[in-house]
């Protein structure tokens, strides 16, 4: 007599909620779980001030206080990614400021055409530092490191040890607000509700059509209600800071100027080609020029735009004191950096998104404030601050340790044990037991070393060519 030998092989488990929220956030969890910090931030803070910190002028302050950084930390962003430093913005925002304050007190010159000479200054001085930087091959370091120096020396001698006081008009980029509609008694500043109402509006949108594109090529969709929770937060979250900045005074003008800047450095850095290659060069250089990359203009692009970025940046910071002063800028280098590192940004470069960089500042910002309300002395708050982007570098560092799993591997590994415990388990014969190949073999013992959104089943050649912080 004859006995049939089965065995019994795994049935494909049902999709666990772990992979199913990874795949709702992008597959990558540090930018959120940082925003899930600087809410758990302002609620701190919200309860020790007894109710003070989220007041309406509070929240209009952050940002104002904040416009400049968070500026710098759009072009520093970009030049982290791509593997470059620049440590010269906040002496190129003292200049800029300089030379525009001086310009429209000595030249007379109108305050719009005293923008466009401080923009145009900008990019001078970042096609200055990007040429010594790509072409010429010195390290970036180096080069911003003899800017600071440089530029630091040439806003001394403009100023001369002396203030110079800027016109009103200039004064509204940081100080001013989009003007009110309605009439006088209005609880709320309408065009900001409006604009609010755009806003979430939007989330809605491209959402949904997210969605319909996945669906039209016949790419595999996140659950519905992942979407939907999506949507309820996001609108949750830009509906309360909209009606607080509306029941004030409505969106300060560099407000307006931010939210653009970020619409167009987000879309230029996930959805161009330009964008994917500052990704490339920042991941491997060699690897990227051997691609076909020009990873020369590549480095000189980024270091024109950050010095871009920081006359716009110098301009609103002149414009938020009234005046330049010979000791602007001190500091805003590091204040950027540190955006963009708490942010989720990675030290080797080849990871980092405009958006968490975003949050990085408003996480700095927020510590600024809330520790002022409370009278924390400044030495205090400036170690704080210190310990925060040292905690913020460390987690990024030790979790990607070869070997050893991140937090959030742990996190999902849980899941999915959790899950496969409830998985069909009935026998099946040997013989109808789907194989296990090599390629599968190894990708399902280094499961927590392949990068973030990218799905360990699809072959190398058909996972994406970039950095997995690149949607």
């Known amino acids: 007599m004859t006995t049939e030998t089965t065995a019994v092989a ?60 968070l500026i710098l930390a759009i072009g520093m962003v970009m030049v982290i990614i791509a593997g470059h430093i620049d440590l010269s913005v906040g002496s190129v925002c003292a ?11 000595l030249w007379h010159l109108p305050w719009p055409l005293a923008i466009l000479l401080g923009m145009a200054l900008g990019i001078l001085v970042g096609l200055w530092q990007g040429y010594w930087v790509a072409y010429v091959g010195i390290p970036a370091f180096i080069v911003t490191l003899a800017g600071m120096l440089l530029f630091r020396g040439l806003d001394l001698m403009i100023l001369n040890a002396e203030s110079i006081v800027v016109p009103e008009d200039f004064q509204k980029i940081a100080n001013g607000y989009l003007p009110e509609i309605g009439g006088p008694g209005m609880p709320y500043h309408l065009i900001t509700v409006i604009l609010t109402v755009i806003a979430i509006a939007a989330v809605v ?42 029941s004030y005074k409505g969106i300060p003008v560099v407000g307006l100027i931010l939210f653009g800047l970020v619409l167009i450095y987000t879309f230029v850095t996930q959805r161009t080609v330009l964008g994917r290659h500052i990704y490339a060069v ?44 010979p000791k602007d800028g001190t500091g805003f280098e590091l204040d950027a950096i540190a955006a963009v590192f708490v942010g989720g940004a990675a030290v080797a470069g080849g990871v980092g998104k405009v958006s968490g960089a975003m949050i990085g500042g408003f996480v700095m910002g927020v510590l600024n404030l809330g520790l002022a309300n409370l009278s924390v002395d400044s030495n205090w708050i400036q170690i704080i601050k210190g310990l925060v982007l040292l905690a913020a570098v460390a987690f990024d560092v030790l979790s990607k340790v070869r070997g050893k799993p991140s937090f959030i591997g742990m996190i999902m590994n849980a899941f999915s044990r959790n899950a496969s415990v409830t998985a069909d388990q009935s026998p099946v014969r040997a013989d109808e037991a789907p194989g296990q190949s090599a390629v599968q073999n190894v990708a399902s ?27």
């Open 205 to 246: 949108w491209f959402e949904l059509r997210n969605r319909a594109d996945l669906k039209k090529y016949g790419m595999p969709q996140s659950p519905l209600w992942t979407s939907v929770t999506k949507i309820v937060v996001v609108g949750a979250v830009i509906g309360l800071f909209g009606m607080l900045l509306a």
């Open 95 to 105: 200049f800029v400021g300089a030379t525009v304050a001086m310009s429209m007190q």
């Open 445 to 471: 013992s280094h499961q927590d070393d392949v990068p973030e959104g990218i799905d360990s089943k699809v072959s190398a050649t058909d996972s994406p060519a970039y950095g997995s912080e690149h949607e």
């Open 282 to 325: 920042g991941g491997n250089s060699n690897a990227a020029r051997l691609s076909g990359v020009d990873t020369r203009r590549v480095s000189l692009f980024v270091m024109v735009n950050m010095g871009l970025l920081a006359g716009i940046a110098g301009m609103v910071f002149t414009a938020y004191l009234n005046a330049a002063n």
């Open 10 to 69: 795994p049935t494909a488990a049902p999709q666990s909620a772990g992979s199913q929220i990874t795949k709702a956030l992008g597959g990558n969890f540090r930018q959120y779980g940082m925003m899930i910090a600087l809410g758990a931030l302002i609620v701190l803070f919200e309860i020790l001030t007894k109710g003070l910190f989220l007041q309406p002028r509070n929240v209009t302050s952050l940002l104002v206080q904040n416009g400049y950084v």
